[in-house]
């Protein structure tokens, strides 16, 4: 398929550039921008803040160990009364920070939900998006749960890189003014500033060897995510074959086949434990001789008297800052790992939805499509409709068909081509050419063998995909009876999973009591009453023409002959060649 080719010929660029370009597409077109860029200007006046509140208090550290050694005790009240004025402003910045954030990593989210659902939701792409090649498994999983990670984690990375930075650049000034100099190890050569190079290296070593020790982790942890998804996956099979699993009494080999699952975590549990060891013991090493060894490294000026008792504590502060601005990149490599990946899985969908939304286009090859337009009369027209399979197989060649206005037609045949007949005029089906002219002005409704039930209030689960408030009781309770299934009528507040609740005939009976709500003019049924017995099927249609006598009807059966005398027109579709 051209759209198929498309999409594996395609380069896409670097993942980290479009998710830019669709985060000023979030500045520029979000319908709140001037707040959204005012939220982020404000974050980063925070930010700032921040940094600023650090840089002070390291300085009011050094005055606090200055007074304490010269036994200040005026100055020591002051620089409390100085503190509980750092210390309400760091929590009034941190606080109105958090606030901004938060709002901010929702409302991106929001707006990247919204984006994606018009996007999935149009012209049936979350239907024709299963039928194409390319990445973009589990589309509920991107928009809820990607889009979440993307948005939330990517604020909160940007957000502690820029106060890295900025911590990064305020206390390499710090440190190099307060830190002295001194001598490398048996030479004459004297160093100004020598802690900062140290706590460069200090950090350089931490993340190599941060490093070294975590890559077993990430391959454990991809490890055990994977085993662990396999055994929510198994579950997730028996609820929803349930049933099937009660009647075959399934439930014991179910059991086994959980508890292989189950060991297959354990395995992976453990390893990963093992790979923590490694990690744990580096870390808190790391974390342990982090305060001391800039203490150690400076104190031979303090003790030849070269600084202040207060000058060696700000140093050891600043050397921690340092330290920990450098090691920012490994601090939050599974965070930029797990950011990196939702990231990509979200550009991945969206580019190829948006090829959906020129797949009508022929490409560079010439190839033809099934055109939909709207004709100018009020009648369904086929022109010249080849269908293939998904390999390539012909189905239905040049098929022609007009449909006027309160015809009857029965369609049977080979299943495969009926379906796709079906799929084909609903604009569902992209293999193949020709052109199909709806009726103007007016909707085809289109019931299908399985009709969807979602869950919820069943007045919403009938009027769907409308509204069950537009709708008169009466309207409702008459649409039930008419579909044979008036013992819903007073369920209908009743808040249940239908799909499960139901069995097959009251599923497709409530399908059909659709029809009686909504009065299509043009329907197009496939196989929606071969559950039926004969006798229920004959009344069902025989109502139908009742209620809708001038309504168009177009019906996919199995076994149509049995209720044949209903309809004007019998078309039998078969393979060419048969």
Not at 60 to 81: G, H, M, P, T, Y
Not at 197 to 211: E, I, R
Not at 465 to 472: H, T
Request: hydrophobic content about 50%; glycine content about 8%.
């Amino acid at each position: 398929m051209a759209l198929e080719s498309a999409a594996a010929a395609r380069v896409r660029p670097h993942t980290g550039r479009r998710f830019v370009r669709l985060a000023f597409e979030y500045l520029n077109n979000a319908d709140n921008r001037w707040r959204v860029r005012a939220a982020v200007l404000l974050l980063l006046a925070l930010t700032v803040g921040q940094v600023v509140l650090a840089i002070w208090i390291s300085y009011w550290n050094r005055d606090l160990f200055n007074a304490l050694e010269s036994k200040l005790r005026s100055e020591l009240v002051q620089l409390v009364l100085i503190f509980l004025l750092i210390f309400i402003l760091t929590m009034a910045v941190t606080a109105l920070h958090l606030c901004v954030k938060r709002w901010l990593q929702l409302d991106w989210r929001r707006w990247m939900t919204g984006l994606l659902l018009d996007q999935w939701l149009a012209r049936a792409n979350h239907h024709r998006l299963q039928l194409i090649g390319g990445e973009h498994d589990n589309p509920d999983g991107r928009i809820a749960e990607d889009v979440r990670i993307a948005t939330e984690v990517s604020i909160a990375l940007g957000h502690s890189l820029l106060f890295s930075v900025l911590i990064l650049g305020s206390f390499v000034d710090i440190l190099l003014s307060v830190s002295g100099s001194a001598p490398l190890p048996g030479t004459d050569i004297v160093v100004p500033g020598y802690m900062v190079p140290m706590a460069f290296v200090y950090a350089g070593l931490g993340t190599a060897l941060g490093l070294m020790f975590g890559r077993p982790l990430v391959r454990a942890t991809n490890r055990l995510q994977t085993v662990e998804a396999n055994l929510r996956f198994g579950l997730a099979q028996v609820r929803e074959h349930s049933e099937a699993v009660a009647l075959m009494h399934g439930g014991p080999c179910e059991r086994r086949r959980a508890e292989r699952l189950f060991a297959d975590v354990g395995i992976g549990w453990n390893r990963q434990t093992l790979a923590y060891l490694g990690i744990v013991s580096f870390s808190t090493g790391y974390g342990t001789l982090l305060p001391v060894f800039p203490i150690l490294i400076a104190a031979p000026n303090y003790i030849a008297g070269v600084m202040s008792l207060g000058f060696l504590m700000q140093a050891a502060q600043a050397f921690q800052r340092l330290t920990s601005a450098l090691s920012w990149p490994i601090d939050n490599l599974g965070e930029l790992a797990r950011c990196r990946a939702s990231i990509d899985r979200i550009i991945t969908f969206r580019e190829d939805m948006k090829l959906l939304e020129h797949e009508d286009r022929e490409d560079g090859h010439g190839a033809r499509r099934i055109e939909l337009h709207r004709a100018r009369k009020a009648e369904l027209e086929i022109r010249h409709l080849h269908l293939d399979s998904a390999t390539g197989q012909p189905l239905l060649v040049d098929f022609n068909l007009v449909v006027r206005h309160g015809e009857r037609i029965l369609i049977t045949g080979d299943p495969a081509i009926t379906v796709a007949l079906f799929k084909a005029v609903a604009g569902l089906w992209p293999w193949g050419h020709g052109e199909v002219l709806l009726p103007y002005g007016r909707e085809i409704a289109f019931a299908a063998q399985h009709p969807y039930l979602h869950a919820g209030p069943l007045r919403e689960v009938l009027a769907y995909p409308f509204v069950g408030a537009q709708y008169e009781e009466s309207a409702l309770h008459r649409a039930l009876e008419c579909a044979g299934i008036g013992w819903l009528q007073s369920r209908l507040d009743e808040n249940e999973d239908w799909a499960r609740v139901l069995p097959l005939r009251a599923q497709q009976r409530l399908g059909i009591a659709r029809l009686f709500l909504q009065r299509p003019q043009w329907i197009f049924i496939e196989e929606a009453t071969d559950a039926f017995d004969a006798h229920d099927e004959a009344a069902t249609l025989g109502l139908l023409h009742h209620e809708l006598p001038n309504a168009a009807l177009l019906n996919i059966s199995r076994h149509g002959a049995r209720v044949g005398g209903f309809y004007g027109r019998h078309l039998a579709l078969h393979p060419p060649g048969t």
